[in-house]
């Protein structure tokens, strides 16, 4: 199973994007699922987090701001991202939890950009 992530881009500062993750395959149920970023120069952080139960956990520098959620009947996890800030330029990845296992996502970048 993969998971295809998409929906990065060009936006300006304040702009919004939404980001989704798939999993590839159905019957592939996505269990815990989350978002991380990484900066040039910079070491992978964490934005967000969600479990199978709906509980959230955000980074520190996206709370406020960015909003995880998943869609259980489309087995997807998204990322809305409001408020961004060219600090927030990063190339993103998803990873799930699937059957106990952890599975990455290939990046999508964002960069946030006049």
């Known amino acids: 199973v993969q998971l295809q992530a998409s929906g990065g881009g060009l936006v300006q500062p304040g702009g919004s994007l939404r980001l989704s993750c798939a999993a590839s395959?159905?019957?592939?149920?996505?269990?815990?699922g989350g978002w991380y970023r990484q900066a040039p120069g910079k070491q992978r952080e964490l934005v967000a987090l969600?479990?199978?139960?709906?509980?959230?956990n955000y980074g520190d520098s996206v709370k406020g701001r960015f909003t995880i959620s998943r869609d259980n009947a489309k087995n997807t996890v998204y990322l809305e991202m409001n408020s961004l800030k060219p600090e927030d330029t990063a190339v993103y990845y998803c990873?799930?939890?699937?059957?106990?296992?952890?599975?990455w996502g290939l990046g999508t970048l964002v960069t946030v950009s006049s």
């Open positions: 990873n799930a939890f699937i059957f106990g296992f952890s599975y």
């Open positions: 969600i479990t199978s139960a709906g509980s959230t």
């Open positions: 395959r159905s019957g592939f149920r996505i269990n815990a």
